[in-house]
């Protein structure tokens, strides 16, 4: 049978593992399970055995791909595969796939409460102010922006969206007013919300270009990779404008920076936070459980994003 490696710098919660586990445990799938590791020679050691690996923002380049003789399928339990280099995975003959949609809703979430945190002055004591009436951009409208669209309407906030691939009735179909170009979102957000994946055509793209055009007081809200906003550009909008926030999962490289000069409109999560709950641990690690079982059995290539 198939060994399954899953491999989890930063660990599923405990009812996770134990589900991922029952899967396996079911399709008689050996497993083993690599957490919590701080030196990348412990993967690829573990990866010499597998058929299989599951990873989270877990590294899957071509080191760790040489070390897998035996792989056929990584699946990130997750939205985002920035982390696997598909090129490499396909000169592997390796099958490279993701969950979109199972750790959505607990990134939504994040990316509300962090909204309410910054309306709030970081709970520091003084009057706020409420989300209820304020226009929320939507940048991309995959399924966390869905999520947090729903959430932010039910708050009473006016929501907006762009994203080139998706139709303007579905947006309307959902209470979003669609956007048609990307200095729109910029143009309108009281809150922002970036939801893009980081590739080479998103990657430092929310230049001055962009950010130069934000509306005074406005917030934007990273739940998406640090990677797709341009850091000079951010350092300027803060310098410039004096109401700019920024409230971010996960630190960007100016971290340092925005903390000494711009605390009271910075906020970074220490580590990332977004997909950080029981239940979406536990949707991702099981469909890419079931996903792997489907590979193997069926030949399925349903999420394959190489
Ligand atoms: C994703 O792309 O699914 C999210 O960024 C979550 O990443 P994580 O599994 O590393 O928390």
Redesign the pocket.
């Known amino acids: 049978m198939p060994k399954v490696l899953i491999a989890t710098e ?1 660990p599923f919660a405990a009812e996770a593992v134990q589900q991922i586990k029952a899967e396996l445990d079911q399709a008689k799938y050996p497993y083993e399970f690599l957490e919590n590791y701080t030196d990348v020679a412990d993967l690829h050691k573990a990866v010499a055995e597998a058929d299989a690996i599951i990873i ?2 877990d590294i899957v380049d071509a080191a760790v791909l040489d070390a897998a003789k035996k792989l056929r399928i990584v699946v990130r ?4 595969y920035d982390n696997i280099d598909l090129v490499a995975a396909t000169a592997h003959d390796v099958v490279a796939m993701n969950t979109p949609g199972q ?1 959505s809703n607990a ?1 939504a979430e994040l990316a509300i409460g962090m909204m309410i945190y910054m309306a709030r002055g970081k709970f520091n004591g003084k009057s706020g102010s409420e989300l209820a009436g304020k226009k929320l951009a939507l940048y991309g409208y995959g399924y966390v922006a869905r999520y947090t669209a729903k959430i932010a309407i039910g708050i009473g906030m006016e929501v907006f969206a762009y994203d080139p691939y998706i139709s303007n009735e579905v947006m309307t179909n959902e209470g979003v007013k669609p956007l048609s170009k990307v200095a729109d979102i910029f143009t309108t957000g009281d809150y922002i919300s970036l939801h893009i994946p980081a590739n080479k055509e998103t990657k430092k793209s929310i230049t001055w270009d962009l950010l130069g055009l934000v509306r005074s007081g406005c917030t934007i809200v990273n739940t998406a990779r640090k990677e797709v906003i341009d850091e000079e550009a951010l350092l300027k909008a803060f310098a410039e404008k004096k109401k700019f926030r920024l409230v971010t999962d996960v630190e960007p490289d100016c971290h340092a920076e925005l903390m000494e000069k711009y605390a009271d409109r910075y906020f970074a999560t220490p580590k ?1 936070m ?3 709950t029981e239940e979406a641990n536990t949707n991702a690690g099981v469909a890419a459980a079931r996903q792997i079982i489907a590979f193997f059995e069926k030949g399925d290539v349903a999420f394959k994003v190489n």
Do not use: E, I, M
């Open positions: 930063k989270r923002s339990a997750g939205a985002g750790n990134v990332k977004g997909a950080q």
